[in-house]
């Protein structure tokens, strides 16, 4: 059974920081790209960042290219998102996935106010 349980959100100000990880089971994590999703009211869920299985080749959305930082632990089947200098913008839940699975975890909820 494929799962992924994110946490490490939370509430902070606007040019805060925050680092959210994401525990996956159920398949070779080494194996698979993995990708940071978000969702805000009203919206549909974006892309924000995706790193790679081999060489962790990185990809991000250009509203947070040079603020956010993804990365991966295959050891401990993890992947992580910092996310540095924050946008009231950036507020959302944030999930994360492995293309092609169709499971999602609960997500990690981000808010960002003064």
């Known amino acids: 059974q494929v799962q992924f349980v994110e946490s490490g959100g939370g509430s902070v100000q606007p040019g805060g920081s925050l680092r959210l990880s994401c525990v996956a089971s159920?398949?070779?994590?080494?194996?698979?790209?993995m990708n940071w999703y978000r969702q805000s009211p009203g919206k549909g869920r974006e892309l924000v960042a995706q790193?790679?299985?081999?060489?962790?080749?990185?990809y991000y959305d250009d509203s947070v290219k040079g603020r956010f930082t993804i990365a991966r632990d295959n050891a401990k089947n993890t992947v992580y998102l910092q996310m540095d200098s924050l946008k009231p913008e950036d507020t959302a839940v944030y999930y994360c996935?492995?293309?092609?699975?169709?499971?999602w975890g609960q997500g990690t909820q981000v808010t960002v106010s003064s």
């Open positions: 790193i790679g299985n081999v060489g962790g080749a990185t």
């Open positions: 996935n492995a293309p092609p699975f169709a499971d």
């Open positions: 159920g398949f070779i994590f080494s194996s698979y790209t």
